[in-house]
Structures are given as C-alpha cells and as structure tokens.
C-alpha cells in the first residue's frame, strides 16, 4: 500500500532531550515535507526536499534540522526541544513539485514538550 | 508574503444541500492550488489540484476553480452526505515551492 509513515504517532519529552521524527514514503516519491499545525496558526512548512541531499528552510525552520540521505525516508530532528514546539507534526510527499503532482500525508505525530 | 483566508471558518448544511467553500490568496505568482481534506486525528487527503494554466477540476461531486488573477479558489460539494464533515483546507505553492495553508472551512453536515 502507498503511503507516509511517521513515527512516533506520540511523544512526550523534556526540554532539551534531543529527539527524531521519522518519515518514510514507500512510493518513490522526489518532493518530502515537513509541517506543523497549531491551533489557530493552521498548518506551517518547516523544511523541504526537492531531492536527495537537497533541503531547503519553509516559513518555520527555527529549532529544527532534516536530512535527505536517501530518498524515501526524511527524519526531522529537534536538537533541543522547547515548549513552544509542543504541536501536531505532519510529514508529506509527492511525486515530482515539478510535475504538480498531489501531496500525500502521513497520519501525524502529536509531540508534548514540558 | 503570500497569504491565504479561507472563509467561511465554520459552515453547517442539511444533507443534501449544494455547498460553496472559498479560498482567496495575495499573490497570484502560484505553480498551483491544493484542496485537501483533514478528519479529526488524521493527516490531510488531497482532493483536487489545480495547475497555474487550469481554471477548474472536478473528482465525482467535487469541482473546484481557479482565477489567478482575482487571487481566488472555490471548492463546490453536489448533493452534500453526512461523510463529507470534515475540515477543508486549500494551499498554494508558492514561487518559491513552499506550500502555504490556509487556515481552514470546518464542515458539519447534518443528516
């Protein structure tokens, strides 16, 4: 089946405990994403590839890092948590930006930092 | 810096009922528009894409339309179910391929 997984789906954690998201598509797709939704703010790009090894900043990269070592899979890294990053974290791909291609979602990851 | 309103931010309809859902954005410098739909607890579905060059799509009772010069979209639901409560969001890629949200039509219908 065609899809994003992410996971935790759940996480909580302490100030300053670096921890990892996974995301992983299974469908050979070039364009991955990362996003987080507050309520009242909506849905925020944090980082983008348009590639392997290719990253790039969206509107809320601040305290957080990605690679793109390989294609199918774009981890999402907070080397310090803090509070104000406590969110719904969802990962996305598609097949080509280039080609206007659909995003697909990952199910989320509900993070709590205290 | 791009922005993109959706109104309304709430919307309850009898079952049945033909509904209207839009979304508006500043700058008309977009590759394309996204309609997407979100259930409570999920991730975003992608419902309809519309090209920069295209003016609408249409996927079984959804047709959504593109006028890039008034900076609008709208999302049109035929013969509304109870299924189609939901949040609906649309996004526009931007020119720098960032995807911009907006914030959300919440859709009750009732049976």
């Known amino acids: 089946e065609a899809q994003v997984t992410q996971n935790p789906r759940y996480l909580i954690t302490v100030t300053g405990k670096k921890l990892t998201v996974t995301c992983s598509q299974n469908?050979?797709?070039?364009?991955m994403s990362w996003y987080r939704q507050d309520p009242g703010l909506g849905l925020r790009q944090i980082y983008y590839s348009m590639n392997v090894e290719v990253t790039d900043k969206g509107d809320v990269p601040e305290g957080y890092k990605v690679s793109r070592k390989e294609k199918r899979n774009f981890p999402l890294i907070l080397e310090s948590p803090s509070p104000n990053q406590t969110s719904l974290y969802f990962c996305?791909?598609?097949?080509?930006?280039?080609?206007?291609?659909?995003?697909?979602f990952g199910n989320g990851t509900r993070l709590t930092v205290t | 810096k791009q922005e993109v309103t959706q109104i309304p931010a709430a919307l309850s309809v009898p079952e049945g009922e033909n509904l209207v859902l839009n979304c508006s954005f500043t700058d008309s410098a977009i590759y394309n528009l996204q309609w997407f739909r979100q259930d409570p607890g999920k991730g975003l579905t992608s419902l309809l894409l519309?090209?920069?060059?295209?003016r609408e799509q249409t996927s079984g009772r959804l047709n959504a339309s593109l006028d890039k010069s008034s900076g609008r979209s709208t999302l049109y639901i035929a013969a509304s179910q109870p299924g189609d409560s939901a949040t609906y969001l649309c996004?526009?890629?931007?020119?720098?391929?960032?995807?911009?949200f907006g914030s959300g039509t919440r859709l009750l219908v009732r049976p």
């Open positions: 469908m050979n797709h070039e364009y």
């Open positions: 519309i090209q920069s060059s295209q």
């Open positions: 996305a791909s598609s097949r080509r930006w280039l080609y206007n291609s659909p995003l697909h």
């Open positions: 996004a526009v890629m931007d020119s720098s391929y960032k995807l911009i």
